[in-house]
């Protein structure tokens, strides 16, 4: 039986990370079979992605690099949804459509579409993507503590960011949007009824 690949997305602040950790927690401790993963990965592709953050590259060279990630990143998953686990990933390529698409909007009439026709060979298709949305100003009042912001981690951009995520949840149904200026645990009961609903859909068919 093969597993499912379950993804969680949003703008910086909104709780991808915990929401990951907690999702996981839960479902261990219910008996699944869970990996959790994250982009950019760990990977020397993954830190050179990462590298390009503080750098001055090029939005084109960016949107590559990640890509470049992605293709690895994508095989690993494959082997362990074939193994019949849960793959539990914090960003995947709806990331790159939100994020680069933004950044390459001034660049191609049509950036969002673009970034998912080079795509469309390299990524697998999330069983359910969970999409957590709040308002820039909210999140950049979440992360202001940290020691250093991304380039990415400015309210218009992460505007933008937020439109592009919304147009992708229009148009995909596999995309669940949740208000992620709830409680951390209001945003958790509602992600782990999703994510149940899907594994259950896997049993069914089995």
């Known amino acids: 039986m093969k597993g499912k690949f379950i993804t ?35 990977t020397w592709l993954g830190k050179n992605v990462k590298r390009g953050f503080n ?25 362990e949804l ?22 390459l909007a001034s660049h191609i009439p049509d950036a969002v579409n673009w970034l998912i026709e080079i795509s469309k060979y390299i990524v697998r298709e999330p069983d359910v993507t969970i999409l957590l949305v709040a308002r820039a100003e909210v999140v950049l009042g979440r992360i202001e503590s940290r020691a250093t912001l991304t380039k990415f981690e400015k309210c218009a951009y992460l505007k933008k960011v937020e439109e592009i ?7 995909y149904e596999r995309i669940k949007v949740i208000d992620a200026e709830q409680s951390a645990e209001q945003v958790f009961e509602q992600s782990k009824q ?7 859909s896997r049993n069914r068919m089995g």
């Open 165 to 171: 995520y919304l147009q992708l949840a229009k148009r």
């Open 82 to 103: 074939e193994k019949g686990k849960i793959v539990l990933c914090d960003r995947y390529a709806d990331s790159t459509y939100a994020y680069q698409g933004a950044a």
């Open 55 to 79: 750098e001055p590259i090029s939005p084109f060279t960016e949107c590559f690099l990640f890509s470049a990630d992605r293709c690895e990143h994508t095989k690993w998953i494959n082997e």
């Open 8 to 42: 969680i997305e949003g703008i910086d602040g909104t709780g991808k990370s915990t929401l990951v950790a907690n999702l996981a927690q839960f479902l261990l401790r219910e008996g699944y079979d869970v990996v959790v993963t994250t982009e950019p990965t760990d």
């Open 194 to 200: 999703i994510v149940l609903s899907c594994i259950e």
